[in-house]
């Protein structure tokens, strides 16, 4: 009896657990979308802000930010694509493999705002790119980078050995094997990769504050090397710093919910797609 | 003939630029390095390292300037470490809870509520801090002012669950269910090789997540900013204004002169920053290195 009881005690504050990580998901989502959803309208989405940033809407924000993940991803997507597939299909030496895989973890593990003061002192200052979506793009293609080589690596390594053999044995050279092969079996896997990448480069502030974000710019960027108002910095910069930010607090809300929505739906989507391919495997 | 030739020119080029690809990354890394180390060192003509590292002081527009940054490590260390009391418990207990409780049907379900709390954007935590949690602590705890070092700690605890919560899932996956049938097959229960059976083996495991998720703790930057009050006092106290390592940066980079002292010392505290998340993640590798090799 004993034994039953003490089970059920331990099972069930697992599942407390559990359950504060689902109410703390619930509840973060609930208040910003009931006191956000109020502020969404049309003109919201694709106004200009006006009266320094007391009225009208977010959407030279939005763009920026638009513009910032496309960059990311033609930055990190070849580049980490490219090294996943070295590290799966090409490189033989264990060695090396290793001082690759530390590192890419290591990257992995620098810090937003680490990545925002090397943008500052490498892209913007360096080589002279300035602020801009250039080196918000290039900052943050390096900071997602890690994530796509792994979920790359990952659906690379999910297609059966089989597959290379039996093109290898038909006289495919690797490349040929891999190219028309193994990537047509992986791309599946590897975009629901980009699509998680897209949502964490469009979500951050700290790596784009130095190198790429403007509290307000009076027209959209016109070339790469204009700078940008992003959706989160938008958020921070009006809750903490504008004009009477007391009083906007409805755009705030607006602002966070419009950027959360975007990309928890991106998550949410790697998620059921991820879980569709697993359950979909065939061999 | 030619056209082999032509595949085979055609493959070393194809390896070549792969390779190169892989070398980004590395190369990423040792450029964040000089570059933190270019822009930083400088500062110790003005500070020692002692008086940098120790100092109490952070008046970095005075004349001298006072450049002690050990406000902002006592301050980190303050906010990591309660934010890990909470992230612990609830990473590794819903991680169990996944992987070795709930029904299957619950599995899919509970993991993509975890995945999505990682992709709340920091900013919107911190937005989020900043309405609900700082008034609500302040007028719980009738404080004189809701951005605390708890409000932070709270809020990055939640944060770094899921970071926890997913190496430890690994951990407890890795364990050869061969064990459990073992242990359940001598008559203990369910909770009972849970304990003594795969909680055990997969401990390197879960301090592996717990040091990932104090590296993602430590690192954190809008969140802390947006809700901890920002003010650098000595020592930190639970329950008032801190200032951390990272909101530091972010609070005073954007209005220093290049190259004067001040915005040397904020590259130098970044240097700070990424040895530490460095040797945790380093620490957390080998930690975590034990258990793929048990498996």
């Given at each position: 009896?004993?034994?039953?009881?003490?089970?059920r005690?331990?099972?069930?504050?697992l599942g407390?657990?559990?359950?504060?990580v689902?109410?703390a998901l619930a509840?973060v989502?609930?208040?910003?979308?009931?006191r956000?959803?109020?502020?969404i309208?049309w003109?919201?989405?694709?106004?200009?802000?006006?009266r320094?940033?007391?009225?009208?809407?977010?959407?030279p924000?939005?763009l920026?930010?638009?513009?910032l993940?496309?960059g990311t991803v033609?930055?990190s997507l070849?580049l980490?694509v490219?090294?996943?597939i070295y590290l799966?299909?090409y490189?033989e030496q264990?060695s090396?493999?290793?001082?690759?895989r530390i590192g890419?973890?290591n990257?992995?593990?620098?810090p937003?705002?680490v990545?925002?003061?090397?943008?500052l002192?490498?892209?913007?200052?360096?080589?002279?790119l300035?602020v801009s979506?250039?080196?918000?793009?290039?900052?943050?293609?390096?900071?997602?980078?890690?994530?796509?080589i792994r979920?790359?690596?990952?659906?690379l390594n999910?297609?059966?050995k089989?597959?290379?053999?039996?093109?290898?044995?038909?006289?495919?050279?690797?490349?040929q094997?891999?190219?028309?092969v193994?990537?047509?079996v992986?791309?599946?896997?590897?975009l629901?990769?980009?699509?998680?990448?897209v949502?964490?480069?469009?979500g951050e502030?700290?790596?784009?504050?130095?190198?790429?974000?403007a509290?307000?710019t009076?027209r959209?960027?016109?070339s790469?090397l204009?700078?940008?108002?992003?959706l989160?910095?938008?958020?921070?910069?009006?809750a903490?710093?504008s004009?009477a930010?007391?009083r906007?607090r409805?755009?705030?809300?607006?602002?966070?919910?419009?950027?959360?929505?975007l990309v928890?739906?991106?998550?949410?989507?790697?998620?059921?797609?991820?879980?569709?391919?697993?359950?979909?495997?065939?061999w | 003939?030619?056209?082999e030739?032509?595949?085979r020119?055609?493959?070393?080029?194809?390896?070549?630029?792969?390779?190169?690809c892989?070398?980004v990354?590395?190369?990423?890394?040792?450029l964040?390095?000089?570059?933190?180390f270019r822009?930083?060192?400088p500062v110790?003509?003005?500070?020692s390292l002692?008086?940098f590292?120790g100092g109490?002081?952070w008046?970095?527009?005075?004349e001298?300037?006072?450049?002690g940054?050990l406000?902002?490590?006592l301050?980190?260390g303050?906010?990591?470490g309660f934010?890990?009391?909470?992230?612990v418990?609830?990473g590794?207990?819903t991680?169990l809870f996944?992987?070795e409780?709930?029904?299957?049907?619950?599995?899919?379900?509970?993991?993509?509520?975890v995945?999505m709390?990682a992709?709340v954007p920091s900013v919107?935590y911190g937005f989020f801090?900043?309405m609900?949690v700082v008034?609500?602590l302040q007028?719980t705890?009738?404080?004189?002012?809701?951005?605390?070092?708890?409000?932070?700690?709270?809020?990055?605890?939640?944060?770094?669950v899921?970071?926890?919560?997913s190496i430890?899932?690994?951990?407890v996956?890795?364990?050869?269910d061969?064990?459990?049938?073992?242990?359940?097959?001598?008559?203990?229960?369910?909770?009972q090789?849970?304990?003594?059976?795969?909680v055990?083996?997969?401990?390197?495991?879960?301090?592996?997540?717990?040091?990932?998720?104090?590296?993602r703790a430590?690192?954190?930057?809008m969140?802390?900013l947006?809700?901890?009050?920002?003010?650098?006092?000595?020592?930190p106290?639970l329950?008032?204004?801190v200032r951390?390592?990272?909101?530091?940066?972010?609070?005073?980079?954007?209005?220093?002169?290049?190259?004067s002292?001040?915005?040397?010392a904020l590259?130098a505290?970044?240097?700070?920053?990424?040895l530490?998340?460095l040797?945790?993640?380093?620490v957390?590798?080998?930690?975590?290195n034990?258990i793929?090799?048990?498996a």
């Amino acid at each position: 009896m004993n034994r039953v009881w003490s089970q059920r005690t331990a099972f069930a504050l697992l599942g407390l657990s559990a359950l504060a990580v689902f109410a703390a998901l619930a509840v973060v989502l609930g208040f910003v979308t009931v006191r956000g959803a109020p502020a969404i309208s049309w003109e919201f989405l694709s106004a200009f802000p006006r009266r320094g940033m007391t009225e009208g809407g977010i959407f030279p924000a939005l763009l920026g930010t638009f513009y910032l993940v496309l960059g990311t991803v033609i930055v990190s997507l070849p580049l980490g694509v490219g090294a996943a597939i070295y590290l799966a299909e090409y490189a033989e030496q264990r060695s090396w493999i290793r001082v690759v895989r530390i590192g890419v973890n290591n990257l992995a593990a620098v810090p937003s705002i680490v990545f925002g003061l090397f943008g500052l002192a490498f892209f913007v200052k360096a080589l002279g790119l300035g602020v801009s979506i250039l080196s918000g793009a290039l900052t943050l293609g390096l900071m997602v980078m890690p994530l796509l080589i792994r979920s790359t690596e990952e659906a690379l390594n999910a297609v059966p050995k089989e597959f290379r053999e039996g093109a290898l044995a038909l006289g495919a050279t690797r490349w040929q094997a891999v190219r028309s092969v193994v990537l047509p079996v992986a791309v599946p896997g590897i975009l629901t990769g980009a699509i998680l990448a897209v949502g964490r480069a469009a979500g951050e502030t700290a790596p784009i504050m130095f190198t790429a974000a403007a509290f307000y710019t009076p027209r959209l960027p016109r070339s790469p090397l204009d700078e940008v108002m992003a959706l989160p910095y938008h958020l921070y910069v009006m809750a903490t710093e504008s004009t009477a930010f007391w009083r906007t607090r409805h755009l705030q809300f607006g602002t966070a919910l419009v950027l959360l929505g975007l990309v928890l739906i991106l998550y949410l989507w790697a998620a059921v797609w991820r879980a569709r391919i697993r359950r979909r495997k065939r061999w | 003939m030619r056209s082999e030739v032509r595949s085979r020119i055609g493959e070393h080029t194809v390896r070549w630029i792969m390779g190169a690809c892989a070398g980004v990354s590395l190369l990423a890394l040792g450029l964040i390095v000089l570059f933190l180390f270019r822009e930083g060192m400088p500062v110790f003509r003005t500070v020692s390292l002692g008086g940098f590292l120790g100092g109490r002081f952070w008046f970095p527009t005075s004349e001298p300037p006072s450049l002690g940054i050990l406000p902002m490590i006592l301050g980190s260390g303050l906010v990591t470490g309660f934010a890990l009391l909470v992230a612990v418990p609830l990473g590794i207990g819903t991680a169990l809870f996944v992987g070795e409780v709930a029904p299957a049907s619950a599995r899919n379900p509970l993991k993509v509520a975890v995945e999505m709390l990682a992709g709340v954007p920091s900013v919107v935590y911190g937005f989020f801090g900043l309405m609900i949690v700082v008034p609500w602590l302040q007028a719980t705890l009738n404080l004189p002012t809701g951005q605390t070092a708890l409000t932070a700690s709270l809020l990055l605890g939640i944060m770094a669950v899921p970071t926890v919560a997913s190496i430890a899932e690994d951990a407890v996956a890795a364990v050869p269910d061969t064990w459990r049938e073992a242990s359940l097959a001598l008559g203990a229960t369910r909770w009972q090789t849970l304990r003594s059976v795969v909680v055990p083996a997969a401990r390197s495991g879960l301090l592996a997540g717990t040091l990932l998720g104090m590296g993602r703790a430590v690192g954190e930057t809008m969140t802390v900013l947006m809700v901890s009050g920002n003010s650098p006092t000595l020592p930190p106290v639970l329950g008032w204004p801190v200032r951390t390592l990272t909101a530091t940066i972010a609070l005073e980079m954007a209005e220093t002169p290049v190259g004067s002292p001040h915005y040397h010392a904020l590259f130098a505290v970044g240097g700070v920053l990424f040895l530490f998340t460095l040797t945790l993640n380093v620490v957390g590798e080998l930690v975590g290195n034990r258990i793929r090799r048990l498996a």
